[in-house]
């Protein structure tokens, strides 16, 4: 099993990043995929969630309306647009297999003026 995040960089806050993961070695559209992060000193949590068939999308409160998840089967990609970027969400991005222990190195998102 294989996920691979990138997209992520230094961004001023109010700006945009859509970070992307790659996954391989499953059966990547069996499984719903989420995205969490995990800010300095502070615990992973999840970002957003999306169905194996990509119809229902899920998000944690703090980045409902500013985050966008989702994913192309075919390609075995899924995405996360993140628009209106806080101070607060400077963190390592991961993607996830729901309810797997699979992680990926994560790409680094730092939102800084």
């Known amino acids: 099993v294989q996920l691979v995040e990138s997209g992520g960089g230094l961004v001023q806050p109010g700006g945009s990043l859509r970070l992307s993961c790659a996954a391989s070695g499953f059966r990547f559209s069996g499984y719903a995929m989420s995205w969490y992060r995990q800010a300095p000193r502070k615990e992973r949590e999840l970002v957003a969630l999306i169905s194996s068939g990509g119809g229902s999308t899920k998000y944690t409160d703090s980045m409902k309306g500013r985050f966008t998840i989702s994913r192309d089967n075919a390609k075995r990609m899924v995405y996360l647009q993140m628009n209106s970027l806080k101070t607060e969400d400077t963190a390592v991005y991961y993607c996830?297999?729901?309810?797997?222990?699979?992680w990926g190195k994560g790409t680094l998102v730092t939102v800084s003026s």
């Open positions: 996830n297999a729901e309810g797997m222990d699979w």
